[in-house]
């Protein structure tokens, strides 16, 4: 009951709170409103190509490496979610996104926090098939990003598109790597939260107030993300209440 409640009450504020920002990001008399900022991530995808099309190599090694190399997965994954926060920050520092200098550290932190208390694994025996299908589809999605790119879109998002430079190509890799994390019920709750927020949050600004539709995939990443985590909570929530039960005896 307490977890549902939670639940209901995040939910409310976070509607509240997205309601108000895409309501103002409408009023082009502001400084910084949709058009601005979509004008700005335009501009640095433009300004970080060549950084772009090095992180796009890197995810097809990155990737490819930690599926044949078991050992080394972790760590190649974590360094790479890693790197990813880092690069998107520093670009953002370039064209004044403050939120995304703040947003990107703080998520980085989390990642190695998590990683170092043993609440991020790679074991893909443990892993449900529709783990792998969703988050195969939100990596492939954070490489191939149909948006901020000039034309021939399909192509040029191949090469250069914004993975590691704005927020939701980056946003949606991090999403495709910790739906890959196979710690059932043992997962960092502050950086799966931390990660969905971002992913509902910065999805639905670009769906509702920029027309970019693509930031569905990441929005739908971060609704399957809050799914399980509330499911994985009900059932370790259950098993305890099965422990006192039977302690006793």
Not at 41 to 49: A, E, G, I, P, S
Not at 57 to 65: A, C, D, P
């Amino acid at each position: 009951m307490k977890e549902s409640t939670r639940f209901i009450v995040g939910a409310v504020i976070f509607i509240l709170a997205f309601s108000i920002v895409a309501f103002n990001f409408q009023n082009h008399s502001l400084p910084l409103n949709a058009s601005t900022l979509y004008e700005k991530l335009v501009q640095t995808t433009n300004d970080f190509k060549i950084l772009s099309v090095i992180n796009h190599l890197l995810l097809i090694l990155i990737v490819l490496g930690g599926f044949f190399l078991e050992k080394e997965r972790k760590i190649l994954y974590v360094s790479f979610m890693t790197y990813l926060c880092i690069c998107a920050a520093i670009c953002a520092l370039k064209h004044g996104i403050y939120l995304n200098c703040l947003y990107f550290p703080v998520m980085a932190g989390l990642i190695v926090s998590a990683a170092r208390t043993g609440n991020i694994r790679f074991d893909f025996n443990r892993l449900p098939l529709q783990d792998k299908i969703i988050g195969g589809i939100s990596l492939f999605g954070s490489f191939w990003y149909l948006a901020l790119v000039g034309s021939p879109v399909g192509v040029n998002a191949l090469i250069y598109s914004p993975l590691g430079v704005v927020n939701c190509p980056t946003t949606l890799a991090l999403c495709g790597f910790l739906i890959l994390n196979s710690e059932h019920g043992y997962r960092s709750r502050t950086l799966e939260l931390f990660v969905i927020f971002s992913a509902l949050f910065f999805g639905g600004l670009g769906v509702l107030t920029m027309n970019v539709y693509y930031d569905i995939i990441l929005v739908s990443a971060g609704l399957y993300m809050t799914g399980r985590l509330w499911k994985e909570s009900y059932v370790i929530k259950e098993r305890s209440t099965m422990h006192f039960r039977i302690s006793p005896l």
